[in-house]
């Protein structure tokens, strides 16, 4: 079995990224490719995990793969350090996810919390469709067809995670030493683990239109960080002012780092004494709202300047897409050689298996 370091992440390719993927995940790939502690780095786009709760709308997902890919490029995924490619194009994945189905029970599908809450969201009560219902097992086919040691998502997915070290274990004990077993690499700053929407919400989503976007212009950047959510109550700047579940201060949190305050709000040495006078009053809303909008500008331009040159030459993104699949595909096809020959389903392959049959018939002339 590999001992090598290898990571393997990904997006559902439903819409453009947002700072919410940023900070969870984009970011932090970033830097783990930089870092070159790990051997290889897969990055896919989850085409096919996106059109089971959207098959009657293909050319959402088609449209929006590029989408990905560009936002991906623009924040620093290097093809040269990161194999980035496109799930639906990556035929093993789908057997290897057969296979899988006889692990696991439906009884345990249904226990999985992230699954039920993405039911909900859904809708899907009364009729939620296999494909998006199986989702773990495809997730652990996606992790364990790249041999990854180490899958970086946040806190919402450990079930997911856990779900397929299940599946690593049992093949693995039935079958023998076969599959590696993942980490789960979480996000290291806490307030990182689940950006809220600019409205407040629990989450960043498209529907809600409470996204701030890679892709968006200046201009759309402060017009919604100007109109996002603070704390009801603080009506007046001299009033008393909370920062818990004030989405302003949960984005300081996450992006503002202290040189930030000798830059654009030099009146105060540190985050802890912005948030103190908030919390006792004389600091208005206006104020925090253009400190955070300064921040978010700093870094988000320089990724959007770089989407704009990537954009430039669409068909050079493909061509890196189609090289990175062709790249994944044999690494797929070297795991699922391995797990066909543990299940002894590689009767073409296996010489002792017809040597045996052909003693085993000889005997019966």
């Known amino acids: 079995m590999s001992k090598e370091k290898i990571i ?9 990224l947002h700072i919410g993927h940023y900070v969870g995940s984009l970011k932090r790939r970033v830097e783990l490719q ?13 085409d096919a995990q996106a059109l089971t709760d959207n098959i009657d709308n293909p050319e959402k997902v088609r449209q929006n793969v590029i989408e990905v ?17 496109i799930q639906s194009q990556i035929p093993e994945l789908c057997e290897l996810s057969f296979y899988f189905m006889d692990l696991v029970t439906v009884s345990r599908l249904q226990r999985n919390p992230t699954v039920k809450t993405e039911i909900q969201m859904r809708n899907f ?7 998006f219902f199986t989702y773990p097992i495809s997730q652990a086919a996606d992790i364990t067809a790249f041999r990854a040691t180490t899958v970086p998502v946040g806190e919402d997915q450990e079930p997911m995670l856990e779900q397929a070290r299940e599946i690593v274990r049992r093949f693995n004990y ?34 809600l239109g409470n996204c701030i976007y890679l892709s968006e212009s200046a201009d759309e950047i402060q017009k919604k960080i100007m109109s996002m959510y603070t704390d009801p109550g603080h009506l007046r700047v001299q009033d008393p002012g909370k920062i818990e579940g004030n989405t302003v201060f949960t984005y300081l949190d996450a ?17 802890a004494e912005l948030k103190a006078h908030y919390q006792r009053g004389g600091l208005g809303d206006v104020k925090v709202k253009r400190f955070l909008n300064a921040i978010m500008q700093e870094m988000l331009e320089p990724i959007r300047n770089r989407r704009k040159e990537f954009s430039k030459d669409i068909p050079a993104v493909y061509e890196m897409l189609k090289n990175g699949c062709d790249v994944a595909r044999a690494a797929a096809a070297d795991t699922l050689s391995d797990v066909k020959k543990a299940m002894k389903i590689n009767y073409f392959d296996d010489a002792e298996l017809i040597a045996e049959q052909v003693k085993r018939f000889a005997g019966q002339e």
């Open 174 to 207: 039935i079958y023998g030493e076969t599959l590696v077993e993942p980490e789960i690499l979480l996000p290291d700053n806490a307030a990182c683990l689940r950006l809220p929407g600019t409205d407040g919400k629990a989450k960043m989503s498209k529907s």
């Open 255 to 271: 992006f503002c780092r202290p040189e930030h305050f000798e830059l654009y709000l030099p009146d105060y040495p540190n985050l």
């Open 69 to 85: 890919a560009l936002d991906y490029l623009a924040c620093g995924l290097d093809p040269t350090k990161a194999t980035i490619f």
């Open 8 to 16: 393997l992440t990904g997006d559902r390719p439903t819409g453009r």
């Open 125 to 131: 009560e009364t009729s939620i469709p296999v494909g």
């Open 34 to 46: 930089d870092a070159g502690d790990y051997n290889k780095m897969f990055v896919f786009i989850a």
